[in-house]
């Protein structure tokens, strides 16, 4: 059954038994992420799901820069170290520790244990393909042993991640997607090993959001004002410490610093493409564009209120980018 048609089956029964009874049929995760910011109904999961193989061209380098800036913030890795990679997606922080180990003085036979979940099984796939074109190649020497997940950040139990066993734990940009962030950062504070450190990461500023709402507003004026899939308070560092302290961590043990990111593409039409694309399920739903020429107008309008922005940068030969901010909270137990 195709994602379309499962979102339909899902959104027709919302609200009643019938729904546990279609997630269980369809093998989809009983506490699927369920957004309700979203004015088109659409769960996050899916979303993703349906993103898994465009995610990392679509991104353009946001995530990764900062988990390359969680890595020179991590404790040294050593045979002892256990990572969780959570709410991995296509396995971009696996990727930097790699590197990091790699790259840097630690001992060249250092091999460490990863554990890497996912809720939209498409991601896994992705991260699995990955581990399967590296396997039998010292490209990933420095990773022990790797096993994937297809699980929400809500449910990854003890079957999954013993209690007090991670020495480092990720979830770069995804609790602000979890139904029950709370329940999640519950089971990041239970598997955290005592000494092990815990980073959390959430957009401050997305950079281009303006754009994008200025775009709707223009193409589409007696339509709902653009919103993200998930709540806004997730930008307010503050916030996100106090659920990472409600969820078990001790106040003086949990610390926010921002970050600075940058969204990069070749030209402001590759950007202006790449992000038509990203958001078209989010502004239009299911049935996409209702022509070609509609899509192309909404594009070309984007083009112009990025190059507007105060966040958009004309970089000479490194092409096009868009400042970001993030929050990176750091956990310790
Ligand atoms: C913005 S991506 C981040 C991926 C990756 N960590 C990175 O650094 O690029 C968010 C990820 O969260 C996943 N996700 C959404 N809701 C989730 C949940 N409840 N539990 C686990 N993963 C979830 C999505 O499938 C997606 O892969």
């Not at 997607?177 to 950062?185: G, H, L, T, V």
Request: hydrophobic letters at 40%; charged letters at 20%; a negative charge.
């Amino acid at each position: 059954m195709f994602l379309s048609e499962q979102w339909y089956l899902l959104k027709q029964y919302r609200g009643t038994q019938k729904v546990n009874e279609i997630k269980r049929l369809l093998q989809l995760p009983a506490k699927m992420s369920v957004n309700y910011y979203n004015p088109m109904d659409i769960t996050a999961v899916a979303a993703f799901a349906n993103y898994a193989n465009k995610y990392e061209k679509g991104t353009g380098g946001a995530t990764r820069y900062i988990a390359q800036r969680l890595m020179s913030m991590s404790p040294a890795f050593t045979n002892d170290s256990t990572v969780l990679d959570n709410a991995c997606g296509t396995g971009i922080v696996t990727e930097e520790i790699h590197k990091r180990i790699s790259f840097t003085s630690s001992p060249a036979n250092t091999k460490i244990t990863v554990v890497a979940a996912d809720a939209a099984a498409p991601m896994i796939d992705n991260l699995n393909s990955k581990i399967k074109h590296v396997e039998g190649t010292a490209a990933w020497l420095n990773i022990g042993s790797i096993s994937t997940h297809v699980v929400p950040a809500e449910s990854l139990d003890s079957t999954i991640v013993p209690s007090d066993s991670i020495t480092h734990s990720y979830m770069n940009f995804g609790l602000f997607f979890c139904s029950d962030a709370i329940k999640a950062a519950e089971h990041i504070y239970r598997s955290l090993a005592p000494g092990g450190t815990a980073f959390v990461t959430t957009w401050k500023d997305l950079g281009y959001l303006n754009a994008v709402r200025k775009t709707e507003k223009a193409c589409n004026p007696g339509g709902e004002n653009f919103n993200m899939p998930f709540s806004a308070q997730w930008e307010d560092g503050e916030y996100v410490k106090d659920l990472l302290v409600r969820s078990g961590f001790a106040k003086e043990n949990v610390k926010v610093v921002q970050e600075e990111s940058f969204m990069r593409f070749e030209a402001v039409q590759e950007m202006a493409r790449t992000l038509t694309e990203s958001f078209t399920m989010l502004i239009r739903g299911q049935k996409g564009w209702q022509s070609d020429e509609v899509k192309n107008e909404w594009e070309s309008k984007l083009s112009e209120n990025l190059v507007e922005d105060e966040h958009f940068i004309q970089d000479g030969e490194n092409g096009v980018a868009i400042r970001m901010m993030a929050n990176i909270a750091v956990c310790t137990k």
